[in-house]
Every structure is written in C-alpha cells, then in structure tokens.
C-alpha cells in the first residue's frame, strides 16, 4: 500500500478509482486501512477544491415551502403576521431566535441552516474585559465592597 497526498485532478480520480476498488473490504484488513486514508484524503481535497456554499436562511426556507407545498400563510405560526412573514422572506427582516426555534420544528429545518453562516462566525473584532473591580479602578471608582 502507498499512500501519498490528493494535489491533482489526476491524483484525485485514481484515488476515487482504487476506493471503488477496496469498497467492500472486510474491517481490519489492510485493504479497509487504506479505504479508511484514501477516503479521508479524497475528502481533503474535495474541500478544499469543491467547497459546498451553505444557502442563506431565506432560500432555504423557500426551498422547505416549495417542497412541502407550503404557502406564506403556512409560515404565519411559526413567523408571525403577514406583514412579517413578507419582510422575512423579502430579506428586510432577520429572524429572531424564536421563530428560528418554531421553523426547525415546523419545517424541519436543520438550526444551522436558519442561523446562517455569518452568526456562526466569530466576531473580527473583539474587545478585551477587564473585571469589573480592575476597570473602576483605572477609572478613579474604588472597588465595591461585600456586604456583610
């Protein structure tokens, strides 16, 4: 068995060509070894060359309705009034956790896809904390004092 990196297309279809070879290979075997790596590195590879782009909340809501033959009036439960529903799903509203909670469980739809990906990013810019007795402190405030 050689093992080497996914770095080409050419690289990329022989791996894909040997695992449909070893597909099958009984578990523990040197052949379900290397399944279990060129499997790993052709995954590698296709994320790095073949990234999947996650839809915004809005689309896959609008997915969800079409598939379950859904109407706006559907979704008024879960959102709220007409109006709001139209705002959602027109972009000028974001959804708040609440209905993102009464979505997942109305339509099904996984928490991550309603969040989107911008809230699952962490902030570029974050401010550091000092604890509260250090900071009045640099302010001239003394510390406050337990009561006892």
């Known amino acids: 068995?050689?093992?080497?990196?996914v770095r080409t297309d050419a690289e990329h279809d022989a791996a894909l060509a040997r695992i449909t070879q070893l597909m099958g290979a009984e578990p523990g075997t040197e052949a379900s070894d290397e399944l279990e790596i060129l499997v790993t590195l052709v995954d590698a590879f296709e994320l790095k060359h073949f990234p999947i782009n996650v839809p915004d909340p809005v689309t896959v809501i609008k997915f969800q309705m079409?598939?379950?033959?859904?109407?706006?009036?559907?979704?008024?439960?879960?959102?709220?009034?007409?109006?709001?529903?139209?705002?959602?799903?027109?972009?000028?509203?974001?959804?708040?956790?609440?209905?993102?909670?009464?979505?997942?469980?109305?339509?099904?739809?996984?928490?991550?896809?309603?969040?989107?990906?911008?809230?699952?990013?962490?902030?570029?810019?974050?401010?550091?904390?000092?604890?509260?007795?250090?900071?009045?402190?640099?302010?001239?405030?003394?510390?406050?004092?337990n009561a006892r």
């Open 1 to 5: 068995m050689r093992i080497q990196p």
């Open 66 to 145: 079409e598939q379950q033959g859904l109407a706006r009036k559907d979704l008024e439960p879960m959102i709220g009034s007409r109006a709001r529903v139209s705002e959602i799903l027109t972009g000028k509203r974001a959804l708040t956790l609440p209905m993102i909670r009464r979505l997942h469980h109305g339509l099904s739809i996984p928490v991550e896809l309603l969040v989107g990906i911008e809230a699952a990013q962490p902030p570029r810019h974050t401010r550091r904390h000092r604890p509260a007795a250090e900071s009045r402190a640099s302010r001239g405030v003394p510390a406050r004092q």
